[in-house]
């Protein structure tokens, strides 16, 4: 369950804008975590409700998660393909020279502080 990492990783870093920008109560994070980042999004929030209640600053903290698809890109033609719908075969020529443009990543989006 790397969801946890994850979630601790992210309040530390919450935590070190909190202290640079004297903020005492952290009530909402936007997080934006890609499609096949393989986070799971019920282990997320469970993670987040667990580790939030821990902090003075982050507890009661509401998650909002936003979803950013996964984008491949083909090199031999140059375009790009939903990467869940095709996997690593582009859709238009086949080629396997492919990589993965996003959707594997976890950021912060937003805080809502006081």
Known sequence: MH??????????????V????????????????GEVSTVLPDLLHSCWDWSCKRS?????CQLERLTIPAVTYCEDCGKTYETV????????????NTYLLEGNEVRIKEIEAE
């Open 3 to 16: 969801e946890l990492g994850v979630v601790f990783h992210i309040i530390k870093t919450i935590e070190d």
């Open 18 to 33: 909190a202290q640079e920008e004297n903020l005492t109560k952290v009530s909402k994070v936007v997080l934006e975590v």
């Open 56 to 60: 003075a600053l982050m507890n009661g």
């Open 85 to 96: 719908k095709y996997a690593k075969i582009c859709p238009y020529c086949q080629s396997e």
